[in-house]
């Protein structure tokens, strides 16, 4: 008989993906990152318990091409400042990937909340343009210019936090008590130049980061770096406090308190 695809892999094709998975080279990117001091009444509120703010109300937005063989990939992030237990890190509230591909596993295997859109990393001489885009807008864009070289940081390791649950299928809640996960990104840049310009943050209903405004700009650069990640489930958080903040996760929010829909194909 021929093998049925959907049948289970033997032990040894198993063992073989993870050691394939265990050889990756270093796989690099060319991205902007955005850094800017906002309102820290707003960066507070998107922070889910047990998340603190941090000392100053800081958000993120990273847009970058990745030079995966065959495979381009578009990847890009938008996340506030946090604390969690002493531990200062990043809690990303929004994370456009380009393919299924790499969505999936970061939401399935992390709780990263990936979403498909449209990432942007464009340069023509000094001029850089970048954005991230879902239902044709760009919800944000750094227009600019290379203003100068940098030199370059040394290796370090950066901290996000995510939270990694399922909804209920009868629409009430989670199936477990989510886990808050730390991931441990340790990366390495080869190059890095500072940019001269802004970053414009537009009205989406559903990627609302214009609630988060540019009070400050503290940081605009372009670069290329490769970093691995580790993650781990810190600890089970209360699932009544994250209940109310699970909507940043998707575009309807209705899906998951109505249960499944009435005559829903199986």
Excluded at 22 to 27: A, N
Excluded at 150 to 175: I, Q, R, S, T
Excluded at 184 to 210: C, N, Q
Excluded at 238 to 250: F, G, T
């Amino acid at each position: 008989m021929a093998r049925v695809r959907y049948g289970a892999r033997t032990d040894a094709e198993i063992a073989a993906a993870r050691t394939a998975r265990s050889r990756l080279p270093d796989i690099w990117s060319t991205g902007v990152v955005a850094v800017w001091e906002s309102d820290p009444d707003a960066v507070a509120a998107v922070l889910p318990p047990p998340l603190e703010p941090a000392e100053r109300p800081l958000v993120r937005a990273n847009i970058s091409k990745v030079d995966l063989p065959g495979y381009p990939l578009g990847a890009g992030s938008v996340a506030v400042a946090a604390v969690h237990d002493g531990h200062e890190g990043w809690y990303p509230l929004v994370m456009p990937m380009t393919h299924e591909r790499a969505l999936i596993g970061g939401r399935e295997v992390f709780g990263e909340p990936k979403k498909l859109g449209e990432v942007t990393v464009e340069r023509d001489g000094l001029v850089v343009r970048a954005a991230l885009v879902r239902y044709g807008i760009a919800f944000v864009e750094v227009r600019g210019a290379v203003a100068e070289q940098l030199p370059l940081p040394e290796p370090a390791e950066k901290l996000d936090f995510y939270f990694k649950f399922l909804p209920a299928v009868d629409g009430e809640g989670f199936d477990a008590d989510p886990a808050l996960i730390h991931c441990t990104r340790h990366e390495k840049v080869r190059k890095l130049e500072r940019i001269s310009g802004d970053v414009v943050l537009r009205e989406s209903m559903y990627d609302p980061v214009a609630d988060l405004p540019v009070r400050r700009l503290i940081d605009l650069t372009i670069g290329e770096k490769t970093s691995d990640q580790q993650g781990r489930a810190v600890e089970r958080v209360s699932a009544e406090a994250l209940l109310p903040y699970i909507h940043q996760r998707y575009d309807d929010p209705q899906q998951i308190h109505d249960g499944p829909p009435q005559g829903s194909v199986r």
